[in-house]
T-cell receptor, first 111, second 116 residues
């Protein structure tokens, strides 16, 4: 069974630029999550999708972050414009039950 | 508001000995807990879980203990191996939006180093 795929693995941008991350969950997993992990901290949920509907986006900075999950499968997370404090690893996860399976993450560095 | 806390940033043990990683939580609504292991440049990998109706769950070298009255759980690794060196996170899911499976609230993580 293929795992959660994410791309790119690394991205370096300057502040005020825009960036997009892509995630392909495990086949058949209806629930998809985007987490932000800042160095030295645990992952923090940004947004949760159930199929293509948003379940929880209470921690998403909506003035600069957006996410979509077209057709209930792949998802993209966008940051526009990026700030220095957005430097982090962005993790995508999917689940069928309480156990979530994570992708390798995208490490974003904002200069 | 840190609902899940891992107060030890790091732990160092000798190969073959027991590793004990601790986690405390404040939200009494949590009824399920998970431990994840994370290697550098990889995403967290599910390790073991426990439901609040149990006080112990064992899987090979890994055992998780839950003390509900103290709101405390611990992960025991016996015997520890160098390949166990990683960051360990405890986490708890919360319900959201009518689904049964909500976001995971993570602790800060504990870096485990197992020396040969």
């Amino acid at each position: 069974e293929a795992g959660v795929a994410q791309s790119p693995r690394y991205k370096i941008i300057e502040k005020r630029q825009s960036v997009a991350f892509w995630c392909n969950p495990i086949s058949g997993h209806a629930t998809l999550y985007w987490y932000q992990q800042i160095l030295g901290q645990g992952p923090k949920l940004l947004i949760q999708f159930q199929n293509n509907g948003v379940v929880d986006d209470s921690q998403l900075p909506k003035d600069r972050f957006s996410a979509e999950r077209l057709k209930g499968v792949d998802s993209t997370l966008k940051i526009q414009p990026a700030k220095l404090e957005d430097s982090a690893v962005y993790l995508c996860a999917s689940s069928l039950d309480r156990s979530q399976f994570f992708g390798p993450g995208t490490r974003l560095t904002v200069l | 508001d840190q609902q899940v806390k891992q107060n030890s940033p790091s732990l160092s043990v000798q190969e073959g000995r027991i590793s004990i990683l601790n986690c405390d939580y404040t939200n009494s609504m949590f009824d399920y807990f998970l431990w994840y292991k994370k290697y550098p440049a990889e995403g967290p990998t599910f390790l073991i879980s426990i439901s609040s109706i149990k006080d112990k769950n064992e899987d090979g070298r890994f055992t998780v203990f839950l003390n509900k009255s103290a709101k405390h759980l611990s992960l025991h690794i016996v015997p520890s191996q160098p390949g166990d060196s990683a960051v360990y996170f405890c986490a708890a899911p919360s319900n959201a939006g009518g689904t049964s499976y909500g976001k995971l609230t993570f602790g800060q993580g504990t870096i485990l180093t197992v020396h040969p």
